[in-house]
């Protein structure tokens, strides 16, 4: 490996010698710099582009050509003649300046060539075909190759180290504009140009009104030949494995028009490449943001989903899928745009873990735990939207998301604390989600906005867990010298929890029932005082009811229903909790610019009402709270800013943190609610810092962020002693938490190589109670990555990079520290323009601070066949997991413990796939 890296370093630095520097300054007939002009450099020997350039504000520009060659010169810009020269290289550098001459006829220069990115405003524009090498198969692929953008582990797109928040193809959006599904499905060959729209407004009518400087979306155009026809392509295979045949297909059709498109995407596999996981259902928001996401307030209805184990980079022992979307959008007339897609995802799972747990401040209840799940998950939504637009002054938007899904876990562990211990898990939730927005733009200083937003939520998780029991040993002391055997690690809890412990197993139920109905809405009016200022009154109010109810009881050997009393919690193991929360609020805010700073101080005032009523009791919370928030903008210049935040928000939880009676989290985690539980108020901060110099190709980000909790809601814990079974209750934490980050990345493209580095660090504070016994809990986390790509036209392409993490818990009397490095190396090529080879490698050693726990490594290949760029077919054998790794470690900690987890992996597979291009 270090030789490889030595090579590829010796192969860098050996292809910026061979170069020289053409560099010089471009200014206007008056003799004034021209910021943002265009430079290509033509090879006349090859006819291919073979530099480009972009000039500063000082109109200077630069450029790295080869020496000894002859090249053709042009120099261009919006509203001048195109000015070209030929120029023949030496060994020395080149100076040389030039005057564009201002002329409204048309230029006579022809411009064969397309300049490789063009700036006009706050839009940036990639010429596709002049980064890409043709062994590019999807939009992911061709976006890693833009200099100034990423596509991050998660499939996100980030732009200058801002994730996108929209993707659009011909203006349309592409399933609401989710960056992950247009990444890894969305063909390479089709793509003609990437358009980067910053500041970039939803509402055309907002945008010069709202603070858009981290909004970010992408227009994906298409080449002239997708458009007005079908494109895309399919492609199915098989292969086998040491344990499984293997299959796959997967169909990606695509129809673009004015008047309508059309996205189809389907996935069936079962080798682990997952289209869209369970993650990104959950996530996917469809579109819909809350009305009051800014107004200080933070109301969470808390999610019931099952506590699915997690897979990690896709990878677990067994994997199947079945994935279906399909998008559409339609213009029946220029005032009126519908749109809509549905999304299916199944998936069927098996999971082989082995988990260490260290428990804080008490080495005698680390526990080893041995797991074998089988998971199932059935997922499906809809979503319909409708804009009409009859003018420019006004603009009524609808739209409607259903979400509907059925899960179930079923897990077997082997604990070495508890025993053996059999958990299934299933729900079948749904929600329904709409929203209507209307923007009225009454003159040039007076524009209205209007959002409501209502949601519907039922969530009906099951719970069921069997541990051993053996009756004759409940009342035996635990005594190693009275050679009695010791009670099961379970029978205190049962008998807390109120079972019958006579029985051969304990098999406990408990069912759960939590109905959520949310109202959001506001109003906004801002009135633009003149071409600096403005100001803004809102008008909003959330309101929100929660319905919980649960019950936890026994299955009898005979298997009769026992209904549990226990004897802890005064006796609640039910609940039946109905809870209100009610928000209404005003909000001002004034935005001022003067000269390179944006100011926007403002503030909320809320009259909060939070209610909830349960076992005959009621208990209510009235207060009005004043929030202030405060953002500056510093914009050096046109890509280098500098974007200050602050805000003060209030911070509620949900109705299961406020339910009194007993609930099962697991079976080794019993809770009871707090029906008084306050709201917390946070303060925080952030600052960021962007630049993007196109003169140079440098990219540097860089965030600091500062979070501080007052009366956070905190849960007192109790472990009784040698036992694992935590038994635990939400307080208001009379101590702050804290939290703060930085992370920064700098990216640096020199010639055809692009080299980065980023740091990540973070730290939490947190303080909670245990046994009675209040400690902080500090975590504190650093990854480091370097990473350098190069991108030829003709030549393969590498990229080499390294990870180095530390995860450092301090939990008072005990401390743990984990170590990961990480080297990979990617590798592609285009042999004789017919056959593209791929491959990928990474070392992976996770160590604690005594000795490695585990080193692992995998290296996957592909070879695939077209006969030429123009062929309808393809051909490709894939080897997945070559080293026939068997499992990989991730670390994590929690409130009481931290836990080194080792989790296995598919094994070695080959595939043979076959692709047909539309």
């Known amino acids: 490996m270090n030789k490889l890296i030595f090579l590829l370093l010796l192969l860098v630095a050996g292809s910026t010698f061979a170069q020289v520097k053409l560099e010089g300054v471009i200014k206007d007939s008056i003799g004034a710099p021209l910021e943002l002009a265009n430079v290509i450099a033509i090879n006349q020997e090859t ?53 564009l001459q201002y002329d409204t006829t048309l230029d006579e220069v022809e411009l064969v060539y397309e300049m490789p990115v063009t700036i006009k405003g706050d839009t940036i524009v990639y010429n596709a075909d002049s980064f890409t090498s043709g062994t590019e198969r999807k939009l992911g692929d061709v976006l890693n190759k833009l200099p100034g953008v990423e596509v991050n582990d998660e499939g996100q797109i980030e732009v200058e180290g801002v994730t996108v928040g929209k993707v659009m193809v011909e203006g349309k959006d592409f399933f609401d504009g989710d960056s992950k599904l247009a990444t890894q499905n969305i063909p390479a060959n089709a793509i003609d140009k990437v358009e980067v729209l910053k500041n970039y407004a939803e509402v055309g009518q907002l945008s010069g009104v709202t603070n858009n400087q981290d909004n970010i979306a992408i227009n994906i155009k298409l080449k002239q030949g997708k458009k007005n026809f079908w494109f895309g392509n399919v492609t199915a295979g098989g292969g086998a494995s040491e344990e499984n045949t293997l299959y796959l297909a997967q169909p990606k059709l695509f129809y673009y028009s004015p008047k309508y498109s059309i996205n189809v995407i389907g996935d069936l596999n079962n080798i682990g490449e997952i289209a869209f996981t369970r993650r990104d259902y959950f996530n996917f928001t469809g579109g819909f943001r809350s009305p009051s996401r800014g107004s200080g307030t933070n109301i969470d209805l808390g999610s019931n989903n099952l506590g699915f184990l997690t897979l990690q980079n896709n990878r677990a022992k067994d994997i199947n899928t079945k994935f279906g979307a399909a998008n559409f959008s339609y213009s029946p007339k220029k005032t009126l745009d519908l749109s809509g897609f549905a999304i299916f995802l199944s998936s069927r799972t098996d999971l082989q873990e082995i988990n260490d747990v260290q428990f804080l401040n008490d080495a005698s209840r680390d526990e080893n735990k041995e797991s074998n799940t089988t998971q199932r998950s059935d997922l499906a939504m809809m979503k319909f939207s409708a804009k009409y637009k009859p003018n420019g002054n006004n603009q009524l938007d609808y739209d409607v998301l259903a979400r509907t899904s059925k899960e179930s876990q079923d897990q077997n562990v082997l604990s070495s604390r508890v025993g053996n211990i059999d958990e299934l898990e299933s729900a079948t939730p749904f929600s329904f989600n709409q929203n209507l927005n209307y923007y009225y733009t009454l003159d040039d200083t007076n524009i209205f906005a209007f959002e409501v937003q209502h949601l519907l939520q039922d969530e009906d998780p099951f719970y069921n867990a069997i541990l051993e029991n053996d009756p004759a040993n409940n009342d035996n002391p635990v005594n190693p010298d009275d050679n009695l055997p010791d009670p099961d690690a379970y029978d205190d809890t049962a008998s807390n929890l109120g079972l019958d412990r006579e029985q051969s197993v304990y098999n406990i139920n408990q069912d759960k029932r939590v109905k959520s109905n949310q109202v959001d809405a506001k109003l906004d009016y801002w009135n633009i005082l003149n071409k600096k200022s403005d100001i803004n009154f809102t008008l909003g109010t959330i309101y929100s009811r929660q319905d919980f109810d649960s019950n936890i009881f026994q299955v009898l050997d005979d298997d009769s229903k026992f209904e549990t009393t226990p004897t802890i919690n005064d006796g609640l193991d039910t609940n039946n909790i109905g809870y209100t929360f009610s928000d209404l609020y005003l909000g001002v805010h004034y935005r001022l610019k003067s000269g390179i700073f944006t100011f926007t101080p403002g503030f909320s005032g809320h009259a909060y009402s939070a209610k909830n009523n349960q076992f005959n009791v009621k208990y209510t919370d009235n207060f009005f709270r004043l929030l202030p928030d405060f953002n500056m903008r510093m914009q050096l210049k046109k890509s280098e800013q500098i974007i200050f935040n602050y805000s003060m928000r209030t911070r509620f939880t949900d109705v299961n943190q406020l339910a009194r009676g007993l609930v099962l989290n697991n079976y080794g985690s019993v809770f009871s609610g707090n029906q008084e539980l306050e709201s917390a108020v946070s303060h925080n901060l952030n600052l960021s810092y962007f630049s993007f110099n196109m003169f140079n190709y440098t990219n540097v980000t860089a965030r600091l962020n500062y979070s501080k909790t007052v009366d956070r809601i905190r849960t007192s814990s109790s472990l009784p002693q040698g036992s694992v079974i935590r038994i635990s209750s939400p307080i208001n934490s009379a101590l702050a938490d804290e939290s703060a980050s930085a992370n920064t990345r700098f990216q640096k493209t020199i010639g055809k190589f692009r080299g980065t580095l980023s740091a990540n660090l973070s730290y939490n504070k947190f303080n ?94 592909s070879l695939a066949y077209k006969k030429n760029k123009d062929s309808k077919w393809e051909y490709e054998i894939k080897a997945t997991n070559l080293l026939d790794t068997k499992s990989q470690n991730r670390s994590s900690a929690g409130n009481i413990s931290v836990s080194a987890t080792e989790y296995f992996i598919q094994p070695r597979f080959l595939t043979f796939r076959l692709r047909y291009e539309l």
């Open 768 to 861: 909670q109670v245990v046994n009675d016994r209040t400690s902080v809990n500090e975590n504190y986390s650093q990854t480091y990555r370097t990473q350098l790509r190069s991108n030829f036209r003709e030549a393969p392409n590498f990229e080499i990079g390294y990870r180095y993490t530390i995860q450092d818990n301090d939990q008072g009397d005990r401390r743990t520290k984990f170590f990961t490095k990480a080297p990979s190396i990617e590798f592609d090529a285009l042999i004789f323009k017919s056959f593209t080879f791929k491959t990928d490698y990474s070392y992976n050693n996770f160590s604690d601070e005594d000795q490695t726990i585990n080193s692992y490594e995998f290296w996957d290949a």
């Open 47 to 99: 006819q291919k582009l073979d530099s480009y350039g972009i000039s500063n504000s000082d109109g200077r520009y630069k450029l790295s050509i080869e020496k000894n060659t002859n090249y053709k010169i042009q120099v261009s810009y919006i509203g001048t003649k195109t000015a070209q020269v030929d120029l023949k290289t030496s060994d020395l550098n080149i100076t040389k300046d030039f005057t």
